[in-house]
């Protein structure tokens, strides 16, 4: 990896973790906000409209996106042009799906289980449209490693529920202050990556560049909607069997530890794939980002995960309030299985995307998707507890698929990726060893959070016993520190 990429992926980094720092300091505020002013029927109803609004968007982006950020242009010229037709394909495609939505607006509403929400789903699409204006634009400055300017986009939409969805909760009491709030973010953000972004859309269209591009950007669309079914096909499933208050408590758990372990995740992915696809066809340097990369996050989500389950109670009651008690389990489990799926997952398809070959994301998602439907279609009906523990052991599958793939197609050692999180979960598991007995010595707050703060030391303690490790926490905190990663 050149001198010049490594400073670029050094200061995306460290304006990334700026970013989802603040955001996860202020998300979760808003989110407790809402959990006890709404409830868990809302967030049932909201979902089901994201069935259709997040395949749609899909289809919008059409990989659009990823084509940009992956592909090696001959010059500038072919690059602003190929940017401009991207634009207006996502743009004009927005429409027509939209305007297809409000014409089949209730029977899509039936569908998705909301019966007479179809006016509801159809406001609720403008978020289509507005989604793909933003689209290039991100593209854009990812491609870049320009997450500086990102981080002030993100800043001003992570305020925009605290100042509109909020207040309308409070109005409203009912799901149409999420709708609205939604809707107001994706215009902010539309409006200021413009704002901010030094490149204009012209008056340009070529039908042969995007015949070109189509090679790529098929795949890519397939791969969206292989993901996006993994993602909303049991969401489905689990509007049409039960009720939107368990449909509630079941998206709603998994957003939730989206949300905490998105501090890393989000803060690490799009760096990820960008810096990848630069050193595609460098193989030793292709493989030394990322196994760093790997390392790294997993000293971070694998003892996050393995703190959210023994915490669960805890969390859940604080994250959402009383109400969501009943979802504490799935909190826990969820947050446990994916400290690993992304890990040893996730990453993966980082991997197919900055090679150029998308279609073995689709392949893994195709091979998910044929066991989780008819497992969850079996157990939908023996209610929420055998649910959310199924669908939660499920994901493994997939983590299998993924080894597999990348072992024989990709020609990555997978050994390495075990090595590489041994210490985090050896170390993991003596912290939760440890906070178990802590727990057992009191069930009040005050020792809970006490408990979790030991435990948290023993951990840090633990992992600089390692030399590599340590040497790791030693950068990242000489780099945090001078404010340089």
């Known amino acids: 990896m050149s001198d010049i990429l490594h400073t670029k992926v050094v200061t995306a980094t460290k304006w990334s973790a700026i970013t989802e720092v603040v955001a996860k300091l202020i998300t979760p505020v808003i989110s407790v906000v809402l959990a006890r002013l709404l409830s868990p029927s809302a967030f049932g109803i909201v979902t089901t409209l994201m069935i259709v609004i997040t395949f749609a968007e899909i289809f919008t982006d059409a990989g659009f996106q990823k084509f940009l950020i992956q592909h090696e242009f001959r010059d500038d010229d072919e690059r602003i042009a190929c940017t401009n037709v991207a634009f207006w394909s996502n743009l004009t495609l927005s429409f027509v ?9 209730h029977p899509l509403a039936d569908l998705v289980g909301s019966s007479g929400l179809g006016n509801v789903l159809a406001i609720a699409c403008v978020n289509i449209p507005l989604a793909a204006f933003s689209s290039i634009q991100m593209a854009i400055y990812r491609r870049d490693l320009n997450f500086k300017t990102l981080f002030k986009v993100r800043i001003v939409g992570i305020f925009v529920p605290l100042v ?9 009491r009912n799901f149409w202050a999420l709708i609205i709030g939604n809707i107001a973010s994706n215009a902010i953000n539309a409006f200021f990556l413009t704002i901010y972004s030094s490149w204009r859309p012209v008056c ?16 890519s669309l397939i791969e969206a909607i292989s993901i996006w079914l993994t993602q909303y096909v049991d969401v489905f499933i689990v509007a049409t069997a039960l009720s939107k208050y368990e449909l509630g408590l079941y998206k709603t758990s998994s957003t939730v530890v989206g949300q905490i372990m998105g501090l890393v995740t989000t803060v690490t992915t799009p760096i990820l794939f960008s810096s990848l696809s630069r050193l595609q066809n460098d193989k030793e340097g292709f493989e030394r980002l990322f196994f760093g990369f790997q390392k790294m996050v997993g000293l971070l989500i694998i003892p996050m995960g393995v703190g959210i389950y023994i915490y669960r109670d805890f969390i859940t009651s604080l994250m959402l309030g009383d109400q969501w008690v009943e979802a504490s389990g799935f909190v826990g489990l969820w947050a446990l299985t994916s400290a690993f799926v992304i890990v040893l997952s996730h990453y993966c398809s980082e991997i197919y995307r900055a090679k150029g070959r998308p279609m073995l994301s689709v392949l893994a998602q195709f091979l998910h998707i044929i066991i989780l439907c008819p497992i969850i279609k079996l157990v939908v009906d023996d209610g929420f507890d055998t649910l959310y523990v199924v669908r939660s052991l499920l994901r493994f ?9 990348v072992y024989v197609l990709i020609k990555l050692p997978i050994w390495k990726m075990f090595f590489n999180i041994s210490v985090a979960t050896i170390s993991s598991a003596i912290m939760a060893v440890t906070a178990i007995m802590l727990l057992s010595v009191s069930s009040s707050q005050w020792w809970i959070m006490c408990s979790m703060v030991l435990s948290a030391l023993l951990y840090v303690f633990i992992i600089s016993l390692f030399k590599e490790e340590r040497n790791l926490l030693l950068y990242l905190y000489h780099h945090i520190r001078n404010r340089t990663l």
């Open 97 to 105: 799906i939209w305007g297809i939505v409000i014409v089949f607006r």
């Open 397 to 405: 599958q997939l983590v299998l698929v993924n080894l597999v793939i």
């Open 204 to 219: 340009f269209f070529s039908f042969s560049r995007l015949k070109d591009m189509f090679s790529f950007t098929v795949w």
């Open 164 to 172: 509109v969805t909020v207040p309308l909760a409070i109005i409203f």
